[in-house]
């Protein structure tokens, strides 16, 4: 049992929240655009406020550790190192894709979403990695691993070898709707990266001692970072 702060900033949505056993007590979230940087501590800062803590009261921060935006994904891990390091709390690294899947799974079990053959389904989080390439994981409804996280190029024969019954591939995040023509046998529903769904993930890795090393703890970027020269001609 164990209070948690998490926060997820790997795509344009910046989300944090405070949970309390396995609970999400308290949520601040915002999609205007890639302000993460000043957002995030703002957020934090009146979460704790407002719910009479303060950082010491904490017994572990949780963070997105991607795949995502390398920017977003900066921000938000070099926070919570920050925060973990200044107060002396465990930092816990929570798969973006997993979070995005729980996130799925609780809005279909709230009725949020409502997708035929729910539970024979195979459940696909999709970031968006540019051009026709997406970061994915494929999950069962349970929210058990298929496979491991990959970069994939979507085409149509994309997760073929997983859909050998016939099985509904249910996409979802912000790399989903330029997959939904592509692939057969799909369905897109609107699912957004939240705090909401580290919530259950978060308890069981503080429950399993699962901490990374404040250290030397960096995001899971999955492709290398690459620097590209702009074509815009300055003077």
């Known amino acids: 049992m164990a209070l948690i702060l998490c926060i997820e900033t790997g795509t344009d949505i910046c989300s944090v929240g405070i949970v309390r056993d396995g609970e999400l007590v308290a949520l601040r979230e915002s999609d205007e655009g890639r302000d993460h940087a000043r957002k995030v501590a703002v957020f934090v800062d009146e979460l704790l406020r407002e719910n009479g ?4 009261d904490l017994d572990a921060v949780a963070v997105g550790k991607g795949p995502g935006s390398y920017t977003g994904l900066r921000i938000g891990v070099s926070f919570a190192k920050g925060l973990c390091y200044g107060c002396n709390k465990p930092l816990l690294g929570i798969s973006s894709l997993a979070a995005l899947c729980e996130v ?3 809005d279909y079990e709230a009725g949020i979403i409502d997708v035929e053959q729910w539970d024979e389904a195979l459940l696909c989080p999709m970031v968006d990695a540019r051009r026709m390439e997406v970061y994915a994981q494929l999950f069962d409804a349970q929210g058990g691993e298929r496979c491991e996280v990959c970069a994939e190029v979507v085409t149509p024969e994309s997760f073929a070898a997983y859909r050998t019954g016939g099985e509904r591939l249910v996409i979802f995040g912000n790399g989903a709707a330029k997959c939904a023509d592509v692939i057969p ?10 705090v909401r769904g580290m919530a259950r993930l978060a308890e069981r890795a503080f429950e399993a001692g699962e901490f990374e090393d404040v250290a030397y703890f960096e995001p899971f970027y999955l492709k290398d970072f690459v620097v590209t020269t702009s074509k815009k001609r300055l003077f």
């Not at 803590?53 to 010491?56: G, K, N, Q, V, W």
């Not at 046998?185 to 939240?194: A, D, G």
């Open 185 to 194: 046998n799909v369905e897109l529903v609107s699912v957004v990266p939240s």
């Open 104 to 106: 799925a799974r609780e």
């Open 53 to 56: 803590l303060a950082a010491e």
